[in-house]
């Protein structure tokens, strides 16, 4: 039996809370026979108490304070927690690990705006000299854990190649780990599907966005298809989303004030409506009562919103980026990310083409079932910490 310790306190929100929330949930109620320690904020602590006795927690609110802090937490507190406890493997779930670690490490490099040449592109030369210094600091950093980890992880193809663009990563410690979703929450079939066919002629189209707010998310170019799409005379849609400009008040987002106005605006408010931050047991509802889902992200390391809709048989429409053809393959329309009237023009062909939709539709169902099961994940993850710990890399 092995003890692993599993650093996030960075897993405040979003894609990552959700991430170490399911990951804990089935190892308690896999049969792997390991220890696991979690190291997550506080807020996180309630969704990982009271499963077993194989599953502890350590909560830390050091993610929301500053990176230097940060990075004493990781070089200083954490080796003493993993010296305390024992532990045979760390992984360090979120880009930045220890430098000098007393036991096996295991890093999962999963920020793409490091690494991505869209967003460096595109939206870092109009970040601020500040955000810019820390950013490149940060990326720094990572290369140093890479460099300190016995195995390097990503969740995607895609998202290596970026990284070994910048980082030097040998092939004998880079591994890709495709990350999942629990098919279970999000069921569809085909009637369901028929149905939706039927009643688009009886009410508006239903798109739909789920992601957290930043810049490269690129809310941006959906409100401007919007515009367009309503400039063109079409009236039978409201898109819902939860990427809303006025969360993260506190980060630097260069798009803000002009999502801001592209909201208020009175030719496109009455179409948009902004759910807020949604708990992830209610996620599938919003899916169920969609009929398109776009996805507009200019980065991602892996997209998981693009699994859950495929899982929950939703037509997608997404950014043509190598992380989206590599997560859709044939399930999805794909429109130029910067491009707002090619998207525009993509949504209404697909809302008025029920065939395709419902072929979709049954491509991304399979395709979820067959390549993005989340037990499967898992199962290779603790494949992969048995390993290190055996035989170090490999």
Same mark, same amino acid.
């Given at each position: 039996?092995?003890? $692993?310790?599993?650093?996030?306190?960075?897993? #405040?929100?979003?894609?990552?809370?959700?991430?170490?929330?399911?990951?804990?949930?089935?190892?308690?109620?896999?049969?792997?026979?390991?220890?696991?320690?979690?190291?997550?904020?506080?807020?996180?602590?309630?969704? %990982?108490?009271?499963?077993?006795? @194989?599953?502890?927690?350590?909560?830390?609110?050091?993610?929301?304070?500053?990176?230097?802090? @940060?990075?004493?937490?990781?070089?200083?507190?954490?080796?003493?927690? %993993?010296?305390?406890?024992?532990?045979?493997?760390?992984?360090?779930?979120?880009?930045?690990?220890?430098?000098?670690?007393?036991?096996?490490?295991?890093?999962?490099?999963?920020?793409?705006?490091?690494?991505?040449?869209? *967003?460096?592109?595109?939206?870092?030369?109009?970040? !601020?000299?500040?955000?810019?210094?820390?950013?490149?600091?940060?990326?720094?950093?990572?290369?140093?854990? $890479?460099?300190?980890?016995?195995?390097?992880?990503?969740? &995607?193809?895609?998202?290596?190649?970026?990284?070994?663009?910048?980082?030097?990563?040998?092939? &004998?410690?880079?591994?890709?780990?495709?990350?999942?979703?629990?098919?279970?929450? *999000?069921?569809?079939? +085909?009637?369901?599907?028929?149905?939706?066919?039927?009643?688009?002629?009886?009410?508006?189209? +239903?798109?739909?966005?789920?992601?957290?707010?930043?810049?490269?998310?690129?809310?941006?170019? %959906?409100?401007?298809?919007?515009?367009?799409?309503?400039?063109?005379?079409?009236?039978? *849609?409201?898109?819902?989303?939860?990427?809303?400009? !006025? +969360?993260?008040?506190? $980060?630097?987002?260069?798009?803000?004030?002009?999502?801001?106005?592209?909201?208020?605006?009175?030719?496109?408010?009455?179409?948009? #409506?902004?759910?807020?931050?949604?708990?992830?047991?209610?996620?599938?509802?919003?899916?169920? +009562?969609?009929?398109?889902?776009?996805?507009?992200?200019?980065?991602?390391?892996?997209?998981?919103?693009?699994?859950?809709?495929?899982?929950?048989?939703?037509?997608?429409?997404?950014?043509?980026?190598?992380?989206?053809?590599?997560?859709?393959?044939?399930?999805?329309?794909?429109?130029?990310?910067?491009?707002?009237?090619?998207?525009?023009?993509?949504?209404?062909?697909?809302?008025?083409?029920?065939?395709?939709?419902?072929?979709?539709?049954? %491509?991304?169902? #399979?395709?979820?079932?067959?390549?993005?099961?989340? #037990?499967?994940?898992?199962?290779?993850?603790?494949?992969?910490?048995?390993?290190?710990?055996?035989?170090?890399?490999?």
């Amino acid at each position: 039996m092995l003890s $692993v310790a599993i650093n996030a306190v960075s897993a #405040k929100s979003g894609g990552a809370a959700t991430y170490i929330e399911n990951l804990g949930k089935e190892l308690a109620k896999s049969d792997y026979g390991n220890q696991y320690l979690f190291c997550i904020p506080p807020k996180r602590v309630a969704s %990982l108490e009271g499963l077993g006795d @194989r599953i502890r927690v350590v909560a830390s609110d050091v993610g929301y304070r500053s990176s230097w802090r @940060r990075q004493l937490w990781d070089q200083v507190t954490l080796r003493q927690i %993993l010296r305390k406890e024992h532990v045979d493997v760390l992984l360090s779930s979120s880009d930045f690990g220890m430098w000098f670690p007393p036991c096996k490490q295991i890093l999962m490099v999963r920020n793409p705006l490091f690494f991505s040449p869209l *967003f460096l592109r595109t939206v870092l030369p109009n970040k !601020s000299r500040q955000f810019r210094l820390e950013f490149w600091i940060r990326r720094w950093l990572i290369s140093l854990s $890479v460099r300190a980890s016995d195995i390097v992880i990503a969740a &995607s193809r895609s998202m290596m190649a970026d990284l070994k663009q910048l980082i030097p990563v040998p092939d &004998s410690k880079a591994v890709v780990n495709s990350f999942g979703v629990p098919l279970e929450r *999000f069921s569809w079939n +085909q009637l369901g599907a028929s149905e939706k066919v039927q009643r688009d002629s009886e009410r508006p189209c +239903q798109l739909l966005y789920v992601s957290e707010y930043s810049d490269y998310k690129n809310l941006t170019t %959906l409100l401007k298809a919007v515009s367009i799409m309503r400039t063109q005379g079409m009236a039978d *849609f409201r898109l819902m989303t939860t990427a809303d400009p !006025s +969360q993260f008040p506190e $980060v630097e987002i260069v798009t803000r004030e002009q999502d801001r106005a592209l909201v208020s605006h009175p030719h496109i408010a009455p179409f948009v #409506k902004f759910t807020g931050s949604i708990p992830y047991e209610d996620v599938p509802n919003l899916y169920m +009562q969609s009929d398109l889902f776009v996805f507009p992200s200019l980065a991602e390391s892996f997209g998981h919103p693009l699994v859950e809709a495929m899982a929950s048989g939703l037509p997608i429409i997404a950014s043509d980026i190598p992380i989206c053809r590599e997560i859709c393959g044939d399930a999805a329309v794909y429109f130029s990310p910067l491009d707002p009237n090619d998207l525009a023009e993509k949504i209404m062909s697909l809302r008025n083409d029920s065939g395709l939709r419902q072929r979709l539709g049954r %491509l991304g169902r #399979k395709r979820a079932e067959v390549h993005f099961d989340w #037990k499967d994940h898992v199962r290779r993850l603790v494949g992969i910490i048995e390993r290190v710990a055996a035989n170090g890399r490999g």
